[in-house]
């Protein structure tokens, strides 16, 4: 990667655009207000966030990666990044006139507030470009409203109740693409099964192979990979379509067929937590008797 924009402030991304700052934590920027200038990206090809960041793009004029693959917005597209996310450009077209907003805001202003306390929750600053979410015209008409609100506290002068107002409507805004979400699992619930039940059988798959001893006990991780799924937007997929965290769904398929080695009587129990991917056969003896009622000496006297 060649030359990469740190982004330290919301004032190094308002340069760029050579917009002007209202408020040193947070502003927003409406594409279509730029000037020419604006449109450029400095001979940059990769921007490196460390503030909050959210694209509303209603079209862009270049491709995006982010983790290495490919992504080609939509109209009514929102991304969500985190600060410590790196996004490259490539085949940007200097002629083209992007369209949308983008809001941006430091840490620093979620500072004591309960927002502040609660961005981890809103695990789709985590997901990757190509799990951004899709608008529909009643659901961004939302949240250009919201935009709006903000960019009227920004456009007055600063007091008391400006902080308060802002983030308010920040958290409302995050509140409202959570609920959006939630039904965009739903209307992709049929890809949302071939993924869960992919996932089975790699997971399957993989107990049956020499995947444990070689790396270990399955991670949630590992079959996000498989998938192409970054973690978060799996464990939430996995959570709408069971009811279960990815981690619990993976628990529950590793007590399966430990049941099953248990009640074999020519292996050992250390030997049976090793083909199980355990480093130490206490650990794999603690978890079964969590999620069983019996160690596995006494699950194995039962039959």
Known sequence: MANILHIKSVADYFKLRRCVVLHPLVGIIDFNDLGEEGYTNDGYDAFHYKCYAIFLKDAMGCKITYGGKPYDYDEGTLVFLSPNQTIELGDYDPNYVPKGYALLFHPDLLLGTDLGKKMDNYSFFSYSTKEALHLSARERKVILGLFEKIQFELDQNLDKHSKKLIVANI?????????????????????????LQEFDSLLMNYFTSDKPQKHGTPSVGYFADQLHLSSNYFGDMVKKETGKSAQEYIQDKLIEVAKEKVFDPAKSISEVAYELGFKYPQHFSRLFKQRVGYSPNEFRSLN
């Open 171 to 195: 958290e409302l805004f995050l509140d409202y693409c959570v609920r959006f979400y939630d039904r965009q699992f739903l209307t992709r619930e049929n890809v949302n099964k071939g993924s």
